[in-house]
């Protein structure tokens, strides 16, 4: 009996978790599956109806904008963010005096909620009452910053905000990947009179590989479920400009009782992060097998 | 003979009874949680106390009504149905097509709800025939509000038609004035454009394009003037509209920066609040044409188990209707009573205005459900309606281009 359960108890304890997972995650994505290729409109109907769904989604001018959102900002925001983050842990990393107060100021935006964030940029942003009044009030009459409120440009001031409060955290992991490179290493190197920036583009940040592969998939996540911040900064508009698919997907499902678009929609966005993390995942274990 | 007699006594003995057990029940589920809602929503509770029942309020907040709607279509598919909740235009029929809707006809024969209705009102609280929701009040959409100051001081008497509107607004901005206050929210954009659209289509194209969704009317060339003038009344806002919240906007007329706003009647509550009086302050007028655009609030009532629930739910509906309810609710809310029998003596002139134009339209048949508040249209196709006409506004975009658009997105999301 106690060989029985010393062989077992791993399996009993994570039973309910694993259950639990297998229901309210694979499950719900399943019938979400399911929902996409029904007519389902105000409640869910479980007539299959072929891809009709898929059909409105892609005719669809407005889910068009928010899928080429979703590349824009991902991009942007994944690429800036790496950059600026990498940038300032380098900084950091130069034994400067007050490491540790700087460090928590970088990392403080990470710590407040996107809405927070989206509010206080779209303050920032606003034409009338942040940025461009304040430098016309400076007497630069016809310096202009109104990208808030252009079709065109609303989705970088997504980009913006979003930067602003993540790049600190990336900086944070950075500066963990930074510390824990071998420094015997960099001590030969810089005996050898290697130049400083030689010793971080040759030696420290090849060896960083896993940190950015980490890094990356924080922030793809982050981009792709970006809901909160779209809502508090431009609610989606001007017009439907700054449409993210989680944005779209909530206009489908709660604003106008039409579920089968809303899980087409959502199983786009699924079929998205699987592109991303499924080659992440596979590496990680090929690797781990050899 | 006699014990039928006394058989029938005693069954009616039983029956009143059970009744006079029975303690009426309602919950109810609403999204009127907002200071003057919340006043208005008390005064029906009262009511219903009054008369012997107990009210479990469900108010859910935010979003619109959306999130209200969230908590219902939980609640249903649990099978946990609230005695009533605040739904409004095609989804009645939409959650009656579900089969979860109760059938409130009696009462409403009861007290002749079809006589002291508006007949086009009335239609939208039956379901096949029989009467399923009870309404509360009309706002009315189409309305253009002014500053009285900044129009008196241009020499500019308030629009009949809506070339008279570009002039105005092209004078007052040579003036410095902002002419039309707007947020750029897309159903602020969608209720303007419904103003501009039933002024330009009149009240048989309006039908034709936003309730029957005739193609022909959608791509004809009237639909493109209606798109032409949005991009003319584009240039009559200012650069900094995008995302303004619709009370702020008001505030903008209110304190005489801009001089025009198109919005409901409940910018009115926000003219009163401030102390302002109507006809004085600010002036209040249909927009440029004919017709009325109606936006009616109502309560839908569920199939539930229970004598109680059941007796709840008829003495909601009577209370509603209700001439009593009717005019104190709409005094509060600052729409104006369904029903057309309530006497208007506690109202403010632009509600009697609203009330009159309301019995004028009914009899010429020009009295209309707003799209842009759900009263038209399915929420897949009104939105995406209003996709269109928000891409529209807020880009360079031609109106032929907008009509043809506008086509394909109906087509698209039926």
Redesign the interface.
């Known amino acids: 009996m106690t060989k029985w359960l010393e062989e077992n108890t791993p399996k009993l304890v994570l039973a309910p978790s694993f259950i639990i997972v297998l229901i309210f995650v694979y499950g719900f994505i399943a019938w979400t599956a399911w929902v996409s290729l029904t007519r389902s409109?105000?409640?869910?109907k479980y007539e299959i109806d072929g891809f009709i769904q898929y059909d409105?989604l892609f005719?669809?001018?407005?889910w068009d904008t928010a899928f080429t959102n979703l590349f824009v900002f991902g991009f942007l925001f994944i690429v800036i963010a790496m950059i600026l983050g990498l940038i300032l842990a380098i900084l950091l990393d130069q034994n400067i005096r007050t490491e540790g107060a700087i460090r928590t100021i970088y990392l403080y935006p990470m710590a407040l909620s996107m809405i927070v964030t989206g509010t206080a940029w779209?303050w920032i942003l606003?034409?009338?009452l942040g940025l461009e009044a304040t430098v016309r009030g400076w007497g630069f009459e016809t310096f202009t910053f109104?990208w808030?409120?252009n079709?065109e440009m609303?989705i970088y001031t997504i980009v913006i905000a979003a930067i602003w409060q993540s790049s600190g955290f990336v900086m944070a992991l950075f500066l963990a990947g930074l510390r824990s490179v071998d420094q015997e290493i960099i001590k030969a190197a810089q005996v050898d009179g290697i130049p400083t920036w030689r010793v971080y583009t040759a030696i420290i940040i090849p060896s960083m590989a896993p940190i950015f592969l980490s890094a990356f998939i924080v922030l793809s996540h982050l981009a792709i479920k970006s809901f909160d911040l779209v809502i508090a900064l431009?609610?989606?508009?001007?017009?439907?400009?700054t449409d993210l698919p989680a944005t779209y997907m909530y206009?489908m499902a709660?604003?106008?009782?039409?579920i089968g678009?809303a899980a087409s929609s959502a199983m786009i966005m699924m079929m998205v992060v699987f592109a991303i993390v499924v080659p992440y995942l596979y590496s990680e274990l090929r690797s781990k097998d050899g | 003979m006699k014990t039928h007699v006394m058989g029938a006594v005693s069954g009616l003995a039983i029956v009143v009874a059970s009744a006079a057990v029975a303690e009426p029940q309602a919950e109810v589920l609403h999204y009127w949680t907002s200071g003057g809602e919340a006043k208005s929503v008390a005064v029906l509770q009262e009511e219903f106390a009054e008369n012997g029942g107990t009210w479990t309020d469900m108010p859910v907040a935010g979003g619109g009504g959306d999130a209200a709607g969230t908590a219902l279509r939980a609640r249903v598919l649990a099978g946990n149905a609230p005695t009533a909740a605040q739904i409004k235009g095609p989804a009645i029929q939409e959650w009656y097509e579900e089969g979860v809707l109760a059938d409130i006809s009696a009462v409403a024969e009861a007290n002749n709800w079809a006589d002291v209705l508006p007949a086009s009102i009335a239609g939208h609280m039956q379901c096949d025939g029989t009467w399923c929701a009870a309404p509360v009040n009309v706002h009315r959409v189409d309305w253009i509000w002014a500053n009285a100051e900044v129009l008196a001081a241009n020499g500019i008497a308030m629009p009949t038609t809506w070339d008279e509107f570009n002039a105005a607004a092209e004078q007052l901005q040579a003036a410095g004035i902002i002419p039309l206050a707007h947020g750029g929210q897309a159903w602020q954009d969608a209720t303007v454009f419904e103003a501009v659209a039933l002024g330009i289509l009149g009240p048989d194209g309006f039908q034709k394009a936003f309730v029957e969704l005739d193609t022909d009317t959608l791509t004809s060339d009237e639909m493109k003037a209606v798109f032409d003038q949005m991009r003319t009344m584009r240039g009559f806002v200012d650069s900094n509209f995008s995302g303004r919240d619709w009370n702020l906007a008001t505030a903008m007329v209110m304190n005489g920066e801009a001089a025009f706003q198109i919005m409901g009647d409940w910018a009115k509550g926000e003219f009163m609040a401030a102390g302002q009086v109507p006809g004085e302050d600010f002036l209040c007028a249909s927009t440029p044409g004919e017709g009325f655009l109606y936006n009616v609030d109502s309560f839908a009532m569920f199939e539930v188990d229970g004598e109680e629930k059941q007796q709840g739910q008829a003495l909601l509906a009577e209370l509603v209707v209700g001439q009593n309810f009717q005019e104190v609710f709409n005094l509060n809310k600052g729409s104006i009573p369904a029903r057309t029998d309530v006497a208007l003596d506690a109202f403010d002139s632009c509600a009697i205005l609203s009330a009159e134009d309301m019995a004028a339209s009914n009899d010429s048949g020009s009295l209309l459900p707003s799209y842009a508040h759900g009263m038209a249209l399915r929420g897949a196709q009104s939105g995406a309606i209003t996709d269109v006409v928000t891409a529209h506004f807020n880009s360079d975009m031609s109106s032929d281009d907008a009509v043809q658009m506008l086509a394909d997105a109906i087509a698209n999301s039926l």
């Not at chain 1, 409109?41 to 869910?44: A, C, E, I, V, W």
């Not at chain 1, 431009?234 to 400009?241: H, L």
């Open positions: 409109r105000l409640l869910p409105r005719a669809s001018p407005r779209k606003n034409p009338g109104d808030l409120v079709p609303a431009t609610g989606g508009g001007p017009g439907y400009a206009a709660f604003s106008r009782g039409d678009q």
